[in-house]
């Protein structure tokens, strides 16, 4: 399985809402959803990082989501953790965002 991997928009859902809260906001986000997310990898769970970048004239913002996925129990999926990162510089486009998130 690639690295990353580009998928239809509706699977990065939270991610791009996150953005848009940072840019309605004009601030930094952080989530830290699970603190036993090492556990839970250990226990056999799996991780899913979505990402998205958004840019409303100058203002910008970039986010990643980070789900666990426990394939044992019907692939229940929960948040563990996202960052959203906003900024006033001027941007290229929201792709370049979304590159800086994905990174």
Known sequence: ?????????????????????????????????????????????SLQVYSDGGLRGEKGASAYAIFLVDVRNGHSIELATADVFFCLQDQESAFALEVIAAE
């Open 1 to 45: 399985m690639p690295t990353h991997a580009w998928r239809p928009r509706e699977w990065n859902a939270t991610a791009d809402r996150l953005c848009n809260k940072a840019l309605d906001r004009e601030e930094n986000i952080h989530f830290e959803l699970l603190p036993d997310v090492r556990e839970k990898l250990r226990t056999g769970q």
